[in-house]
């Protein structure tokens, strides 16, 4: 007998262009999300590392200015020059500064791993004041704010020169982590003339009747117009958001002479028109020098709290820039005011050399 013939229809397997389409487009916004995900991952966790550096450095420099100041002997490695020297009451804050840099870039027998910054794989640490120097030669024209890489962490002075045991010392630090781009506050100064209140009586010191050394300085008033140009807005901002009660000083020059700087501290900011900021005493403040017909150029220093991150003051040392600030600048890329990319190796055009 003859087998009966399927006329059942064949069955079809695989799987239609579309469909397959279809997939790979599911599995591409699956791995872009994955990617994305991933990369804040990885970008938290280097910010982390960051902070936890930054927290760690700041814990080590309280404790050892501690004993740094009661000349004990309980200090890190942080607190010991390159040639295994202690850093001492009389140092000045740049020693300090540097030997900071050095045990966080450098390995050394108490630390035996170089750090580096976890974005760039640069240097971690930074001369502020050295990077604010470099800025001031190779930008005509700054608006006293610059860009701190995302990952770096920025040692500077306050008041480059003061001992450790001296009122005006200062040793400050911060660190970037996102959102970027991180940009430093900008420091108040001044261009304009000073205003004192002498004896009940405001003076503009500007061509203005000899005031003799001793003479008690009752209040300082400047004019936001007197805020150099390039950043006023960002400064007259600053400074509305500290009128009340922070304190601080500034330091201005006397009749027109650089070398002669006078000390004001004040305990508190008050805005007495729209256009002015008057800085209340706090103690006595009495003029330094003698015959002082002018008052101008002030920089305004904040107490601000540890987690403002200032515009460093410019400084290297006199005869220019020396090995070891040329070094401590090594943790940028990128130019901190334009972001250009740059080679901080200063063999180059623009860079130090």
């Not at 397997?13 to 699956?30: H, K, W, Y």
């Not at 090594?330 to 055009?349: A, Q």
Request: hydrophobic share 35%; charged share 20%.
């Amino acid at each position: 007998m003859l087998g009966q013939k399927n006329t059942l229809p064949r069955t079809q397997s695989g799987f239609s262009l579309v469909e397959l389409l279809v997939t790979i487009v599911i599995i591409g916004i699956l791995a872009a999300a994955g990617i994305f995900a991933y990369q804040a991952y990885i970008s938290t966790s280097r910010d982390a590392v960051t902070s936890n550096r930054l927290e760690t450095i700041d814990r080590t420099i309280t404790q050892d200015l501690l004993s740094i100041k009661n000349n004990l002997n309980a200090r890190s490695a942080l607190a010991t020059t390159g040639a295994g020297a202690d850093i001492a009451p009389s140092s000045i804050c740049e020693e300090y500064r540097d030997a900071i840099i050095r045990e966080m870039n450098t390995p050394t027998a108490a630390n035996d791993k170089e750090q580096k910054n976890p974005f760039t794989g640069l240097p971690v640490a930074c001369d502020g004041n050295a990077v604010s120097h470099f800025i001031d030669n190779t930008t005509a024209s700054w608006n006293e704010q610059f860009t701190v890489e995302r990952g770096t962490t920025i040692v500077y002075c306050q008041n480059p020169g003061e001992t450790i045991t001296s009122p005006g010392f200062g040793l400050l630090t911060c660190a970037c982590t996102g959102p970027e781009p991180c940009k430093t506050e900008p420091r108040p100064k001044t261009e304009g003339a000073l205003i004192f209140r002498i004896a009940g009586s405001n003076i503009t010191m500007d061509n203005a009747t000899a005031q003799s050394s001793g003479t008690t300085i009752e209040a300082v008033t400047i004019n936001s117009g007197d805020l150099i140009a390039s950043a006023q807005a960002a400064m007259s901002s600053r400074l509305d958001q500290s009128v009340g009660s922070i304190s601080g000083k500034m330091i201005f020059h006397v009749n027109d002479n650089t070398t002669k700087q006078q000390e004001f501290k004040f305990g508190e900011i008050d805005k007495p028109t729209s256009t002015t900021y008057r800085f209340l005493p706090e103690g006595t403040n009495k003029l330094s020098f003698g015959d002082v017909t002018d008052a101008d150029n002030a920089v305004i220093y904040l107490n601000a709290g540890g987690s403002v991150c200032w515009t460093p003051a410019a400084r290297v040392s006199p005869s220019g820039p020396t090995t070891t600030e040329k070094t401590n600048t090594k943790c940028l890329s990128k130019h901190p005011v334009d972001e250009s990319t740059i080679n901080m190796n200063y063999l180059l055009s623009g860079n130090w050399n």
